[in-house]
Every structure is written in structure tokens, then in C-alpha cells.
């Protein structure tokens, strides 16, 4: 029978993944430090750390992140931005580097590790993506005009985006401890739950 097949474990990972990657949609219209309020750094990290295979660990993150970016592209912005905004690969880059966090960073499922790599992986969104802005030429609000290439511009790169870094960090810890602590309470209550 076809109900002998279907893995509960994996059944609940990939809705818990893509109901979070819902939540992104409705505050995706404007571009605030307030939108960097996300679930994509605790969505990486969740399936980082419960998916058993490398390549699920990796896939299904990266799979919920771009149905939800084409959704937010085409029924929220209304193709503003063509396929997809500028830089996405970089984006995206960084969204496998957290994954693999998720999977290196938390070996046992508690407060702690969960917390300590929220905030890593939150630091390590911010340093790289905020790098690949300066790198492509961003904009200095102060002035604005592109950031200049030295030591200074990408300073001030770093600081302008220091608040949306406040946000996904934010985001990051709640959606993590949503996430997991609800995973980790279902797994009590229905042992299928549990990694064989």
C-alpha cells in the first residue's frame, strides 16, 4: 500500500519548511530593515539539523526559498524585478552555507546550540551578503552614491546594513526556537517522528 511508503518524518519537515517559507510572503512588499524579519536563516538551519541526508539537508531549504522568492517576484511584486532580484546567487550561496550549519553546527537538538548557531548563522548572513553589495557597487545612503572601494566603503557598507542584520538575527532566533521547539514537541508526543 502507498501509505506503507510515506515517510511521517520527512512528511512533516518538508510542511513544517513550507509553511515558515509562507510567512515571508506577506511583509515582501517594501524594502526595510523590518523585511529582513524572516524565517530563511532558521529555515536553512532546521533543515540543516533534522534532514538525514546531505542533499534533502540542502535541497529542500533551498527549494522552499525559491518557490517563495517566485511567488513573492511574480504575485507580490508583479515581476518588478524580472525572474529574480539582482544578486540572487549570492543570496542564495549563503543560504547553503547556513544549511550546512544547521547540519554541522547542531549535532544534539538543544536551547543552546539552536540559539548559538541562529546567531552565527544571522552574523555570517550579514558579513558576507553585506561584502557582495560593496563588491557590486552599492549604494552609499549617505551620499548617495556608490560605495567607494576601500577600507572606509565597505565599513560604511557594513553599517547601513547593520540594522537589517538586527532584523535577521531577530527573525533567525524566533523562527529557530518556533521551529524546533515545536518539531522537538511533536517528536515527543508521536515517536514516528523520530530519526531511525
Given amino acids: 500500500m502507498i501509505t506503507e511508503k510515506i515517510n511521517p518524518r520527512f ?7 513550507i509553511a515558515v517559507a509562507a510567512m515571508r510572503i506577506p511583509d515582501s512588499a517594501q524594502l526595510t530593515p523590518w523585511s529582513n524579519f524572516t ?9 540543516g539539523a533534522y534532514f ?9 531549504p533551498l527549494l522552499t526559498l525559491f518557490a ?21 546567487y549570492w543570496i542564495y550561496g549563503i543560504y547553503i552555507i547556513i544549511t550546512l550549519m544547521g547540519k ?22 550579514w558579513l558576507l551578503a553585506d561584502f557582495t553589495v560593496w563588491v557590486s557597487g552599492g549604494i552609499d545612503l549617505r ?21 537589517f ?5 531577530a527573525g533567525t532566533l524566533v523562527y529557530s526556537l ?13 515517536p514516528a517522528l523520530k530519526l531511525v
Wanted: hydrophobic fraction near 55%.
Fill in 52 to 60: 538525514s541526508k546531505n542533499w534533502k539537508a540542502v535541497f529542500f
Fill in 165 to 169: 542584520m538586527l532584523n535577521f538575527l
Fill in 39 to 47: 524565517p530563511i536563516g532558521a529555515m536553512g538551519l532546521f533543515g
Fill in 143 to 163: 551620499t548617495m552614491l556608490p560605495l567607494s572601494r576601500d577600507w572606509p566603503g565597505l565599513l560604511q557598507c557594513y553599517i547601513q546594513g547593520f540594522p
Fill in 68 to 88: 517563495s522568492d517566485l511567488i513573492i517576484q511574480y504575485f507580490v511584486l508583479h515581476g518588478k524585478y524580472g525572474i529574480m532580484y539582482s544578486g540572487w
Fill in 104 to 125: 554541522w553546527l547542531i549535532k544534539t537538538i538543544t536551547v543552546k546550540n539552536v540559539l548559538v548557531s541562529a546567531t552565527i548563522a544571522a552574523l555570517t548572513h
Fill in 178 to 190: 518556533m521551529m524546533f521547539g515545536s518539531f522537538e514537541w511533536m517528536k515527543l508526543r508521536n
Fill in 11 to 17: 512528511t512533516v519537515l518538508a510542511l513544517f519548511m
